[in-house]
């Protein structure tokens, strides 16, 4: 039997939005859609971190930048008679800017979700496995995307003096 071995990368892209964070999600299919992370081919001469950064980029609509790798996931499937192996390194990303109304064809919808939705929303448990590491990440490195949502939260505006 042939075997063709692919590799890709990806990203799950995060925004803060006060005490907690959104992931963007894209989505195929007619609805009930599909929802995935973001990911595709590693090109030549590309890097895995610049193939997760251009695909979360033209499937999303939206920039990023990678705060941490965080984990490879490999899964077999079937094209015909021709057996795939493909690989995808998954990166955590922290949103720049952009917007997800500018996906590519590639792409039904790209829509932020609460991150505890974007779990349930997930279709696959290898990608809410990433967001829970994501998670546990950002509970070890509460400043990961700059100030922590703690120290945030326990802000207190003074009132100005005279």
């Known amino acids: 039997m042939r075997i063709k071995y692919e590799v890709s990368a990806g990203g799950l892209l995060l925004r803060r939005r006060d005490s907690t964070y959104d992931a963007l999600l894209i989505g195929r299919g007619a609805p009930p859609r599909v929802w995935t992370l973001p990911k595709g081919h590693v090109e030549a001469r590309e890097s895995t971190e610049q193939a997760a950064l251009r695909e979360v980029r033209e499937e999303t609509g939206c920039w990023g930048e990678i705060v941490t790798k965080l984990s490879e996931i490999a899964y077999w499937f079937y094209v015909g008679k021709a057996k795939h192996r493909k690989a995808v390194t998954f ?17 039904d919808d790209a829509r932020w979700f609460d991150v505890t939705q974007a779990r349930r929303t997930l279709k696959y448990v290898n990608e809410k496995r990433l967001v829970d590491l994501a998670l546990d990440f950002l509970v070890v490195n509460p400043t990961a995307f700059g100030e922590s949502l703690l120290e945030e939260e326990s802000k207190v505006q003074l009132p100005i003096s005279s």
Do not use: F
């Open 91 to 107: 990166y955590l990303m922290r949103y720049l800017s952009g917007d997800p109304a500018n996906h590519d064809h590639e792409v």
